[in-house]
């Protein structure tokens, strides 16, 4: 596979932080929650600069067999 130099992109760097509890209700029954945060700094030759943060509130029920 030939790869022109000019479209590469190149990852100058990122930071990924996760969070995260769980709570058992019984022995069988839980709930949970998480946060995210992504910051993402990409650079290419022929693209602009690409700073970008992501942040990500998640919320869970489950149920273990």
């Known amino acids: 596979v030939d790869v022109r130099p000019e479209s590469r992109t190149f990852t100058d760097g990122g930071i990924n932080i996760n969070v995260g509890i769980s709570y058992d209700i019984t022995k ?9 945060y992504v910051r993402n700094n990409i650079a290419g030759s022929d693209l602009p600069d690409i700073n970008e943060d992501s942040m990500f509130l998640k ?3 489950g149920f273990r067999f």
């Open 59 to 61: 919320f869970g029920a």
């Open 28 to 36: 069988r029954i839980f709930i949970q929650a998480h946060y995210d």
